[in-house]
Every structure is written in structure tokens, then in C-alpha cells.
């Protein structure tokens, strides 16, 4: 079975080595970004199965690089997950109204995080943006 791969866009790097050791320890092909041009780079040579998305990043935010792929019909398909963080609300409502499929608030719960990744992966096969 070929293993999914996933694109973690986090400007804090010890939250992506975190995100990025727990993902490969559950046999998820890890890609990373630390800016929105850095994931565009990225998506440009490889389409992802899932991207997970840090809303507060330097230069475009998280939410405008939402709005762009989810506006590409060559990207509009990848099911882009929202890091929002937990003080922060209205940050799911801002995430959803941006495009993203889903959201996991920060910190992450190191112990879920692959299961909430594959729980997403396997709903997209079927129907998208049915829940934020
Ligand atoms: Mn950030």
C-alpha cells in the first residue's frame, strides 16, 4: 500500500521536527515547508495527499495559501488541514471560511495526531469539506 504523503507548513521548527517525527514514526511520507513559498515550491514538483496547515506564518499566512490552492484546479483536491491554536478563536471559522477541510487545534496531542491524519485522509476519498 502506498504511503501517504504529507506536507506540514510550520514556521516554529520545533513544532515541525515534532509533528514531522511523529508522522514517520506512523509510516506517513513527511514533507516539510517552514513558509507558505516554501510549500509552493513543494507542491510545485510533488502533489501531496494532505497538507497540514499552520495559520500564523511569516510573509502570506496560512489562510491566504489556503485560499490560492484551494482556487488551483491542479491543487483545489488536496485536503489542507488547518493548525489553529487553541487560544485563538475564531481561528476554525477563519479556516473554514478560507478553504480548509478540517482543523486540529495546537498544541498537538502527539498520541492523536496520526489517527486524526488518517481519520482525514480517509474521509477525503470520499466527500470533501464535510466537517471543520
Ligand atoms: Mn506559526
Known sequence: MKRARILIVED????LKLASIIL???NFQVLEAGDASQAREVINTTTPDLILMDIALPGMDGLALTRLLKADEKTRHIPIVALTAYAMRGDDEKAKAAGCDSYITKPIDVGKL????AEILGRSDGEHKRSV
Open 24 to 26: 514517520e514514526a506512523a
Open 12 to 15: 516554529n521548527p520545533v513544532n
Open 114 to 117: 496520526p489517527d486524526q491524519v
